[in-house]
């Protein structure tokens, strides 16, 4: 606050207020009217109704009386920055009484009053100052901002102008990296199709391959061990399936299971003639496969490395698509 009074003086300070005011102003209802409107503290409805009894108060014929009443309403009127408005209710009824008087005839605390009130005007003029310059300051300050925004409007809009010059040519580009990769897309579709249609007979060789294989594997373990195990129920099974899917001899292939299904210590020369048949039987299917494996290879890897550089150059295209969309978003 800008200044606190002794709380044991406050009743002594306004009953010399009152007695003041209603010598100063005679026919007036004065000292009452200031203490009953001074206000709570921080309340400016309070602070506007001490500013009405001071201006009915100007109806006083006493020309120091008038200009006290100015000082007054100064008061009442300033800046809370510069007079807290509870400070400044309480000052100016008081204010009204001192600045009456003549000074040698004050009381003291009607001197002090006055001095805390050169002091309150002192801020207030102070304050007043300080924000005239600041309002100065952004007034001086006006033409350069609107000079400096003018600017850049200017060049706002002349890059307004470059970008949208800039954004045809991108649409192109785009529309024809777009193009250029749905056509690559296509291009590896057609190698696809191309590449399984090709590479059919070649894994249907494959799989038989694999089974005379399996078959092959399963003929050597049955001519050590054979019993009724399921494992070795299922050698006889895969070695007479894959007779039976390869067009093997009919009677090689109608003794095979009961051949093979015999202990190896109880099998005849004939039994072991017909194993000796099969195994060979299955030797040559499989070196067939192979060579008709090799025979197909060269076609089957261009046709490989087709779909590879029509894949490579569709990943190429999409690149290209990404880029020219960043492009022009940018």
Not at 164 to 169: M, N, R, T, V, Y
């Amino acid at each position: 606050e800008f200044f606190q009074p002794d709380q044991e003086l406050i009743p002594t300070q306004i009953e010399i207020a009152r007695r003041s005011v209603s010598e100063s102003v005679s026919g007036l209802p004065a000292a009452p009217s200031l203490v009953v409107a001074a206000p709570k503290m921080g309340s400016k409805r309070a602070a506007s109704q001490v500013t009405t009894a001071a201006a009915k108060r100007r109806l006083t014929t006493d020309p120091v009386q008038a200009k006290a009443l100015v000082v007054a309403d100064s008061l009442l009127a300033a800046d809370a920055e510069a007079l807290p408005v509870s400070a400044a209710a309480m000052l100016a009824p008081l204010a009204t009484v001192s600045l009456a008087k003549p000074q040698d005839s004050r009381h003291e605390f009607e001197t002090k009053v006055v001095d805390m009130v050169e002091e309150a005007l002192r801020n207030i003029k102070e304050q007043g100052e300080k924000k005239l310059e600041e309002a100065k300051g952004k007034v001086d300050g006006v033409f350069d901002d609107k000079a400096a925004r003018q600017e850049a409007c200017e060049r706002a809009k002349a890059a307004l102008v470059e970008l949208e010059g800039s954004i045809p040519p991108k649409k192109a580009a785009l529309a024809q990296a777009t193009e250029a990769r749905d056509s690559c897309l296509e291009a590896l579709k057609t190698a696809q199709r191309a590449q399984r249609e090709g590479d059919k007979d070649c894994v249907a060789i494959e799989e038989q391959r694999a089974e005379v294989q399996k078959a092959i594997e399963a003929l050597a373990e049955l001519k050590i061990t054979s019993d009724d195990s399921k494992q070795s129920k299922l050698a006889v099974k895969a070695v007479v399936d894959t007779c039976k899917a390869c067009n093997v001899d009919p009677t090689l292939k109608d003794h095979a299971p009961q051949v093979l299904r015999k202990d190896p210590g109880t099998r005849s020369d004939f039994d072991k003639v017909v194993i000796e048949q099969l195994e060979h039987t299955l030797a040559r299917l499989l070196a067939g496969f192979d060579e008709a494996l090799a025979l197909s290879a060269p076609a089957r890897d261009e046709r490989a490395a087709v779909v590879q550089a029509a894949q490579t150059a569709a990943e190429a295209a999409e690149q290209e698509v990404a880029a020219r969309t960043e492009e022009l978003r940018a």
